[in-house]
């Protein structure tokens, strides 16, 4: 059976955590979308259309990987596209307690055979989340080294640094 994996974040902007994600991800299903979330109730960086070409960018190198994006609940967007998994990537013991709440209760919503598979980010990017990102850059702060170079081009132009 070929599966076909979703990985969803807002990805604004995307971090070297997502990346390591995706690229590990990437190695373990046939197909693997990466889903950029629509919540119109929150304030991005990027827009929609800018977060997919980064997106796009950073994993070009990846042949079975493309990008797609959704709005509403994450199990009727699973359940249309026909996905077998679900990634969730995890950075600590916080992530994972709010994690398997959101995995139990979207196992009740899924179609048979549905899995969420939780990935550990490298420890390296344990600490970063986009919320830091944006902070520490539109202050002044390096962020070099934490996000793709393609995404700290754009933040540079968002900025104007």
Do not use: W
């Given at each position: ?6 990985y969803t974040g807002?990805?604004d902007p995307?971090?070297n955590?997502?990346?390591d994600i995706?690229t590990?991800?990437s ?13 119109p109730s929150k304030k991005?960086l990027?827009s929609l ?7 796009r960018g950073v ?7 493309e990008?797609d994006?959704f709005?509403?609940?994450l199990?009727?967007y ?8 679900v ?5 600590g ?8 709440q ?5 196992a009740?919503l899924f179609?048979e ?5 939780f990935?550990m980010?490298?420890p ?7 919320s ?12 070099d080294?934490l996000i793709?170079e ?12």
């Amino acid at each position: 059976m070929k599966t076909k994996a979703l990985y969803t974040g807002s990805f604004d902007p995307l971090t070297n955590g997502h990346l390591d994600i995706i690229t590990r991800a990437s190695k373990l299903y046939d197909r693997l979308v990466i889903g950029v979330i629509v919540n119109p109730s929150k304030k991005s960086l990027f827009s929609l259309e800018e977060r997919e070409e980064m997106i796009r960018g950073v994993t070009a190198g990846l042949p079975n990987v493309e990008v797609d994006h959704f709005s509403g609940l994450l199990a009727d967007y699973v359940n249309a596209k026909e996905f077998n998994v679900v990634v969730r990537g995890l950075r600590g013991t916080s992530d994972f307690e709010y994690e398997i709440q959101m995995a139990q209760m979207n196992a009740r919503l899924f179609r048979e055979n549905v899995e969420t598979v939780f990935l550990m980010t490298d420890p390296d990017c344990s600490f970063v989340s986009s919320s830091m990102i944006k902070e520490v850059h539109s202050l002044g702060g390096s962020v070099d080294g934490l996000i793709p170079e393609i995404i700290l081009e754009y933040m540079n132009k968002k900025n104007k640094v």
